[in-house]
């Protein structure tokens, strides 16, 4: 049995495929129910997208970025309010720093980690308030530009309406009755989460990631209804594209980045096949069998993009449970037709275990998602 840090997807099964079958029957349901409950705010929605000429979104993808607003009010409004704008701005620079300088990403990352950290501090016992503004900010402060772009849509619609405090009420009540549904149908892949945030996560309150580290079983739940409904949502388009590329995070690697023998190329990292046991020399031959290419891609890197190329590329992203459905979006923010893998457990250096150690995936689940005679 591999080390469990926080969740893990086999979950002692004897079929692997059970965690994919469950998670995609719940959100199924989960859509079913709650669409015609948000159906005046999701055509309300809709309208101002047509009257910006804006693309239209399905209803499914409405409610899913309804319940993901009502989620983060629920869980971080009090940091959300907490952090003063000016320190949010002085964050947001910071992140674009470190795109633009790589190689002072460490330096950076450090900074960031005490900045939010004295800010938390300062600001320790304000009330919690739903101010959606505030979350857009925090989501930047915080790296996550896709969400607070693809979310402040929402807040722009919500606020300028005459029932703006109901409809907050609504989104939070929604996130509360999905939170309670969520632990009864996928609760036993996520048992550790709790006790990691109340052992590991404590201990390192100054991470640049600490944010990342203390999301809760809730926000598990959310991202493994995302990874299903996204994976839905973007099927066709992915379908019609001339080629696959699967991109793997390093963690995979059966050995450290000292003594992994990949080459670098401008897309990634190329296998170089120095381990049959490694997993990504094992999916980098899957590759050369059924006709897709295989990059390793570092950690916070969650798209592919080449310019002029993505009508005609799809890309399947391996990543942990907390980052594929976000880098979901950050491939539809590109224009990239994407579907999701997810790891089966953690284990990276970067930010779950001191020492790392390789972590794998459903390769069934894998091969599902870049076949096209797999229906959804």
């Not at 705010?41 to 993808?61: G, H, V």
């Not at 404590?202 to 580290?213: F, G, H, W």
């Not at 594929?324 to 790891?343: F, K, M, T, Y």
């Amino acid at each position: 049995m591999e080390k469990i840090i926080t969740y893990h997807l086999k979950d002692g099964e004897e079929n692997p495929d059970r965690y994919y079958l469950e998670a995609e029957s719940f959100a199924e349901e989960w859509l079913t129910k709650t669409i015609p409950q948000l159906r005046d705010l999701i055509d309300e929605f809709l309208e101002y997208r047509r009257q910006q000429n804006l693309p239209n979104r399905t209803p499914e993808a409405c409610t899913f970025e309804l319940l993901v607003l009502g989620i983060l009010l629920l869980e971080h409004g009090t940091e959300a309010e907490a952090l003063p704008a000016s320190w949010g701005r002085m964050l947001q620079r910071m992140v674009s720093f470190q795109s633009s300088h790589p190689k002072l990403e460490g330096i950076i990352k450090a900074g960031r980690g005490w900045v939010y950290y004295l800010a938390g501090l300062r600001h320790k016992n304000t009330t919690q308030r739903t101010d959606l503004k505030a979350m857009m900010d925090w989501l930047s402060a915080t790296g996550e530009d896709t969400q607070a772009q693809r979310l402040s849509a929402w807040c722009d619609t919500i606020t300028s309406s005459d029932n703006e405090d109901e409809t907050i009420t609504r989104l939070i009540q929604t996130a509360k009755e999905f939170s309670r549904e969520s632990l009864e149908r996928l609760g036993k892949y996520t048992e550790n989460v709790n006790v990691f945030l109340e052992t590991e996560a404590r201990k390192s309150p100054r991470r640049y990631d600490a944010v990342l580290r203390s999301h809760t079983r809730l926000e598990y739940h959310l991202a493994m209804v995302g990874n299903a409904i996204l994976n839905r949502e973007n099927r066709e388009a992915f379908l019609k594209t001339k080629a696959r590329i699967v991109i793997l995070p390093p963690c995979m690697k059966a050995h450290n980045d000292t003594e992994c023998q990949a080459s670098l190329t401008e897309n990634g990292e190329l296998c170089a096949g120095c381990t049959p046991q490694c997993r990504v020399h094992q999916v980098t031959k899957l590759g050369e069998k059924h006709g897709f290419g295989v990059f390793i891609i570092p950690e916070e890197i969650r798209g592919y993009a080449r310019e002029g190329e993505s009508e005609k590329v799809g890309l399947v992203g391996v990543s942990c449970l907390l980052t594929n459905w976000s880098g979901g979006w950050d491939a539809e923010r590109l224009g990239i037709p994407a579907q999701g893998v997810l790891l089966d457990y953690v284990g990276c250096k970067y930010h779950w275990d001191s020492e790392g150690f390789p972590t794998d995936i459903n390769l069934n689940q894998l091969l599902k998602r870049l076949d096209p005679s797999q229906p959804e």
